[in-house]
């Protein structure tokens, strides 16, 4: 047998495998396995087996301190059911308004960014260079965690907001531009050459053939990278870009479980309302 | 297709006037959110720190450029470490994940009340980043791998959740009548109806998880769980921008080809 | 073998599908219900083995109530009631004899399903149904690789694996070409008759039925309106079934539905899916 991984091309050799079909006629029967070549099968298993035997060595845990924090964990989750909007509510309200101002502006910034920077990542319309640009400038966007790149802009332009706001707008335009390249990717053909046909303007083209195939994805994603980037912001606060993380961050490390609790909640609520409205708006616009 | 009449010649308009003036009020409103909400972060922000910003760009790639490639045997320990957080978090959010959905998804819940739960579940995990539930952990059960394991693992539950019930609920429904109909009990209608549908988006949403998970297990260590994140933190620290260079290197590296290997394998089952 | 008495249905929006319908089947016949879209067919059928909640009325199988059980004595109902779909119903991801052997699940613990575990003599019984339906070289084909008739060949043996008293066929050809539909009408026929079953089709194309089945029942809104033998089915009567229409048509329908069917063939010999 052939050491393929091809589900389709084992069932059809096998269909012809009288072995099989002589042993069924007398009531023994087995599944064909998911990887037809035995030497490939046993060869993964050993070494999903052997990378256990390697992970359970090299995580090197400290039970007594497990234990330990079992009982922190407990609190913890206690918290949840007497959350404290108050003893801190000043500083959770400046590090919300921060963190939804943040979000908005970034976010719209960033899909402006983006737009262009799709267009330009798109195989089918996009000359080669303009290509190869835009897709190592997405590459380098997708590959860095939010974090890695909060800390170089608050290295750069200070502690604050502002950096927050570059920092999501970096990383909406990776997100966004990679999206909707693949989708003018997959956008029709057909339109795109009959406008073309009629002699429009390349704006014109955009405009009137490819902007109608992505739209209403294009709406979708936004509010989805919206959602996204209000998460986010709840994390570079931690490394001095603004924003309700930072309020977050203080809390846990005084231990001070009710108010990391309380802004917890906050962030779920509003990332669950916004699911909801997300959902309202792509029924109106799709 | 509105057309309005003047002299009785048809103007076709591609609005009716009102359909214009909402779309004129909706702009409005949000421009003027936007002026709004910039002037915030305008007020919350030092102005003169950036009148250096590229003075301070120039000279933090400067320091980054070339980097130091003496400590990459260094990483390759920690880089193996943030391998495993995001394979064992990976598995062990999944598991907890796949009965969650079945409890979440319309079709399969057995209670109204556990769908509910199962679905506070799923939106908490989902709403907190890794990095949160990793802050907490550390916080809880000391600094290590096992802290960035369990958080990654967190977060991993509402993803997957998220997604196979939703996988679950987009099921052909006709087999299932059919698999009830032979008499079978309701473990078994699960195991030969919905399964074999889902077998497909489960295995490549796991995969696609993990691939996100690498990414979110290079930062980790920032606040000490593990991984290539701690000696990124502590390169930083020491302003050795060479040694972060070199460790952002790596990190684009591994994301590629952990990319490379998640599309592979989606392209495999599907 | 099948009595209903009284079957009512009305569904949470208020239609009311089934209005008191009285029926009794011996076994060994065959029946076929006939009546437009929307008559209440597909209701009655999976209200006989309760995939379908009936209203009110009661159900019978060999002389057990079986209108209102639950848990082990509904599977144990359902089991003797074998189920044939319109579109095959098939789980597509498994293979012929996976899906063929599901047909046994109500005779084996969840554990022994789960690990494919199947006794012997499931086994040897499903090949030789297989054969039976000529597609025992296809045992390890997946659910998806085939044809709509061998689809539904898969689907006869699965509904014959459970060793069904009675069996019920919906729509079986509605999804087929007319020469399939024919083959297919035989075999279900054939099969009734070799194991003695009682056997309830919906189905669509009267002239298919007339030239198969031992009794016709017609049903209007939910109400029977005709029952009685194939040959009793006059113009009139087809009338007060359908509603108004030109009867002598249905012939020239049927020849139309031929020549879609040498069209998807030769569609599937130029590289098309069939």
New interface residues.
């Given amino acids: 047998m052939s050491s393929s ?1 091809d ?2 091309a084992s ?2 050799a ?4 009288p072995a ?2 002589a042993a ?9 396995p998911l990887i037809s070549s035995r030497k490939l099968r046993w060869g993964l298993n050993l070494a999903a087996l052997t ?1 256990i035997v390697l ?1 359970y060595y ?5 039970w007594a ?2 234990a ?3 009982d ?2 407990l609190n ?1 989750v206690g918290s949840f059911f007497t959350p404290d909007f108050v003893t801190r509510g000043g500083e959770i309200a400046v590090g919300l ?2 963190s ?3 979000t ?2 970034a976010t ?1 910034i960033g899909i402006a960014l983006a737009i262009p920077v799709g267009l330009g990542a798109a195989r089918n319309i996009a000359p080669r260079p303009v290509y190869f640009f835009c897709r190592t400038l997405i ?2 966007s997708r ?3 939010e ?2 790149i909060a ?2 802009f608050v ?4 502690f ?3 950096a927050g ?1 570059f920092t999501l707008a970096f990383a909406t335009i990776g997100f966004m531009a990679k999206l909707l390249a693949e989708d003018i990717e997959d956008a029709q053909n057909e339109p795109m050459e009959a406008i073309r046909a009629t002699g429009a303007s390349w704006l014109q083209w955009i405009n009137y053939a490819v902007q109608p195939q992505v739209m209403p994805r294009l709406i979708g994603l936004s509010l989805y990278r919206l959602d996204i980037n209000f ?2 912001s ?2 570079i606060g ?2 001095g870009a ?1 924003g309700i ?1 930072a309020t ?2 203080t809390s ?2 005084r ?1 001070d479980y009710d108010t ?1 609790a309380a802004v ?1 909640l906050i ?2 609520a509003i ?2 309302m916004s ?1 909801y409205l997300s959902g309202y708006v792509r029924k109106w616009t799709a | 297709m509105p057309v309005k009449y003047t002299d009785n010649q048809p103007i076709w308009m591609q609005r009716t006037p009102r359909q214009q003036y909402a779309i004129w009020l909706g702009w409005f409103l949000g421009v003027m ?2 002026l ?3 002037k ?3 007020d ?3 102005w003169e ?2 009148t250096d ?1 590229h003075v ?2 120039a000279s ?1 790639i400067g320091r980054m450029v070339p980097p130091d490639w003496s400590i990459t045997g260094s990483l390759m320990l920690p880089l ?2 943030t391998i ?1 957080i995001a ?2 978090g990976t598995i062990l959010g999944t598991i907890i994940a796949f009965p969650l959905a079945f409890l979440a998804a319309r079709n399969t819940t057995p209670h109204p009340a556990l769908r509910a739960f199962a679905l506070g579940v799923i ?2 995990s ?4 890794a ?2 539930w990793a ?3 550390v ?4 600094p ?3 802290a960035g ?1 369990i958080a990654i693992a967190l977060r991993s539950i509402g993803f997957v959740g998220k997604l196979l019930y939703e996988a679950i609920e987009e099921i052909q429904p006709t087999p299932v009548e059919a698999i009830t109909s032979t008499g079978a009990g309701n473990m078994q209608v699960l195991a030969w109806s919905v399964l074999p549908q889902i077998m497909p988006a489960f295995a490549g949403i796991t995969v696609y998880r993990w691939d996100i998970n690498i ?2 297990s ?2 980790l260590g ?2 000490g769980a593990g991984g290539i994140g701690l000696q ?1 933190n502590a390169a ?1 620290n020491n302003l050795a921008w060479g040694q972060v260079a070199t460790v ?1 290197v790596l ?2 590296s591994t ?2 080809v952990s990319e490379w290997v998640s599309a592979k394998v989606r392209h ?1 089952v599907i | 073998m099948l009595a209903l008495k009284g079957l009512t249905k009305r569904y949470a929006t208020g239609d009311l599908a089934l209005d008191s319908v009285d029926l009794v089947v011996p076994a060994g016949q065959v029946l076929a219900l006939i009546g437009p879209s929307g008559a209440g067919k597909s209701t009655l059928i999976r209200c006989v083995n309760r995939l379908v909640e009936p209203t009110s009325g009661s159900i019978h199988l060999d002389g057990e109530d079986i209108t209102r059980v639950r848990g082990n004595r509904l599977r144990h109902a359902r089991r003797q009631i074998g189920m044939i779909f319109q579109n095959y119903a098939l789980v597509e991801r498994l ?1 012929v ?2 899906n063929v052997l599901s047909g046994r699940l109500a005779y084996v613990g969840f554990w022994r399903s789960f690990f ?1 575990k ?1 006794p ?5 019984q ?2 030789k149904i297989l054969e039976r339906v000529g597609l ?7 659910g998806d ?1 085939l044809s709509g008739g061998q689809k539904q060949r898969v689907g006869i043996a699965r509904a014959l694996m459970q060793n069904p008293k009675l069996l019920l066929v919906d729509e079986p050809t509605a999804s087929l070409d007319p020469k399939t539909s024919r083959q297919i009408m035989r075999l279900i026929c054939e099969l009734c008759a070799e194991q003695n079953l009682a056997t309830v089709i919906n189905i669509h194309d009267v002239a298919l039925a007339q030239q198969f089945v031992h009794r016709v029942v017609g049903l209007r809104a939910g109400v029977v309106v005709y029952d009685g033998p194939p040959t009793g089915l006059t113009p009139e009567i087809l009338t007060t079934i359908y509603g108004e229409e030109d009867w002598t048509a249905v012939q020239k329908e049927d020849e139309h539905a031929a020549t879609d069917a040498r069209k998807d063939v030769e569609a599937a010999l130029l590289g098309g899916h069939p």
């Fill in positions: 991984l589900t389709s069932a059809s096998a269909q012809l495998d099989r079909i069924a006629k007398k009531g023994s029967w087995r599944p064909l990378y992970v090299s995580v090197d845990i400290n301190r497990v330990q924090g079992f922190r964990g913890f308004r921060e939804l101002t943040m908005f502006v719209v590459a380098l590959t860095f965690q974090i890695i800390i170089l290295a750069m332009f200070g604050g907001p502002l706001v998460r986010e709840a994390v931690i490394v603004g993380g977050l961050n846990i490390n231990y990391s917890l962030i779920i990332v669950l699911e | 959110l936007f709004l909400c910039f915030v972060i305008s919350n922000t030092i720190f950036l910003a301070q760009a933090l193996w470490d495993n394979t064992v939106v908490s989902r709403s907190i980043n990095l949160i802050i907490l952990l916080t809880m059960i000391g290590g791998l096992l394991m990414r979110e290079t930062t920032l606040v990124m930083i952002f990190i684009f994301v590629i495999a | 293979s004899m996976e494919r199947f012997q003599s499931d086994v040897q499903a090949f025992e070289t296809m045992i390890d084909k997946r690789a």
